[in-house]
């Protein structure tokens, strides 16, 4: 695909983006941006404007022309483990039994740098091939992970927040660090690749379980050095699990409160699951700024439980959408998405297209601390665009002929699609990802600059 960045970029579609958060289960609401039929304009890697299609921008303009077809920001995955497509779609245990069988022997062959290259760019590609161009990622423990996905996402133009994992207990001795070179190699990390281009390091705790207190206070001291970068981690995923934190750290109140008590709990937290959670946590997640980072799909897999979305906004909490793969059985986050309003379902409420699609878009950036860069077409956001066909498939395309408004059309194609529908991919105006070349001329118009 190529490399090179148009100055100036014209993309004609549906426009949907969101200019605020959409309330809980309200379907007429004023925070849906939706321009059929219009152009979104790029200049270099930019959002400049927007304008009807009645109004095409002149020849000093790349144009491609998608009409009859959505366009979209490119989606924010806030949780998801790279290493772990080697994995996915693994058989029958829950949490911690499938971390010893699966997970841990997976992540282990990342010690290899040829493996851990080749790992990373087939994991990114794999995002933009599923309309994702940026993401909160868990590497491995091992240093030479999380470099390869620094670099491969800076060679691709996206949008990354990673960084080494941490661990120096009840894991595999190879797959153990110790807390004086773990700090070593974060801090290396970070004055190479932090704030590097579109790049930003987290500090990356795998969960408590897994890290002594001595591993979890340097965490909160290069958090406390570092301020702007993130701390990403695992927080009450599993009951089992939950009395695991319990038994090992019993001076804390919660397990939520094991990484407050070490400094991890603040605005730039990403905290992946948080289905069992009570209101004081939900509070302190308020309070601190901090997201939980929902995973239906991972949940549902490994049944872990139902998370209370609507309880931890009534809470005040921030929450983004994450695909956790591989325990999440896809990177597609119109799967993803799909998932979550199931979830919903059972507990008795019912997630709009727009809360849900706010929540791997503005919802997320916003979250991160990243609205004015990604999650929207506003003015000044970087080019991450992607466009999907509306229907795909005699039921797809059906059902499309027969919606009656705007929430029902959106519904449909999240609960329908996946990445079939994508028909390409722009990371920072520079087309990144497209359809097979058997059917790229019968989805694009391309019209001469």
Same mark, same amino acid.
Request: net charge negative; glycine share 8%; hydrophobic share 45%.
């Given at each position: ?20 958060? *959409? ?24 959002? !400049? ?7 095409? *921008? ?37 949490? &911690?039994?499938?971390?010893?069988? =699966?997970?841990? *022997? ?119 050095? =570092? ?20 038994? &090992? ?5 919660? =397990?939520?409160?094991? =990484? ?52 931890? !906004? ?31 379902? &059972? ?97 694009? !118009?391309?019209?001469?600059?």
């Amino acid at each position: 695909m190529t490399s090179q960045l148009p100055r100036r970029l014209a993309l004609r579609g549906d426009l949907l983006d969101f200019t605020g958060m *959409p309330e809980w289960a309200t379907i007429e609401t004023p925070a849906v941006r939706f321009r059929p039929d219009h152009w979104v304009l790029i200049e270099d890697g930019r959002i !400049v404007g927007a304008q009807p299609a009645a109004q095409p *921008p002149d020849e000093s303009w790349e144009r491609h022309d998608y009409r009859g077809r959505l366009v979209l920001p490119g989606f924010i995955d806030t949780h998801v483990h790279s290493p772990q497509i080697d994995m996915i779609a693994s058989y029958g245990t829950e949490l &911690l039994d499938w971390l010893n069988t =699966y997970t841990f *022997p997976a992540e282990m062959c990342f010690a290899n740098p040829a493996v851990a290259h080749a790992g990373a760019a087939r994991f990114l590609d794999a995002l933009l091939e599923s309309g994702t161009t940026s993401a909160v990622v868990f590497p491995t423990v091992h240093k030479g992970s999380a470099e390869a996905l620094f670099a491969g996402a800076s060679a691709r133009g996206m949008r990354l927040v990673t960084g080494k994992v941490l661990m120096d207990r009840n894991a595999p001795p190879s797959l153990c660090d110790d807390v004086v070179k773990a700090e070593r190699d974060c801090v290396d990390l970070i004055e190479r690749w932090h704030g590097v281009g579109r790049n930003s390091y987290a500090v990356t705790v795998r969960f408590a379980p897994t890290s002594t207190p001595e591993q979890l206070q340097m965490a909160g001291q290069l958090c406390a050095a =570092y301020p702007t970068t993130y701390m990403q981690t695992h927080v009450a995923e599993n009951r089992d699990e939950v009395k695991w934190v319990q038994s &090992l750290f019993p001076e804390a109140r919660s =397990y939520l409160d094991v =990484y407050t008590r070490a400094g991890l709990l603040y605005s730039r937290s990403v905290l992946a699951h948080g289905i069992w959670l009570d209101d004081n946590d939900r509070a302190a997640i308020r309070d601190s700024g901090a997201q939980v980072a929902h995973s239906p799909s991972s949940n549902l897999f490994l049944g872990s439980g139902l998370f209370d979305w609507n309880g931890a !906004v009534q809470a005040g909490a921030n929450v983004s959408m994450a695909s956790d793969v591989g325990a999440g059985t896809s990177l597609s986050m119109q799967r993803t998405l799909a998932d979550a309003y199931k979830i919903q379902a &059972l507990n008795g409420q019912r997630l709009t297209a727009w809360k849900a699609l706010h929540s791997a878009t503005r919802g997320a950036a916003q979250a991160l601390g990243l609205e004015r860069e990604i999650g929207s077409f506003d003015i000044g956001c970087t080019a991450d665009v992607c466009v999907w066909d509306w229907a795909r498939g005699l039921v797809a395309e059906r059902r499309d002929q027969l919606v009656r408004d705007l929430h029902e059309r959106v519904f449909a194609w999240l609960t329908l699609s996946d990445e079939r529908n994508l028909v390409a991919a722009y990371v920072a105006g520079v087309k990144r990802h497209a359809a097979d070349a058997a059917t790229a001329a019968q989805q694009e !118009v391309a019209l001469p600059a």
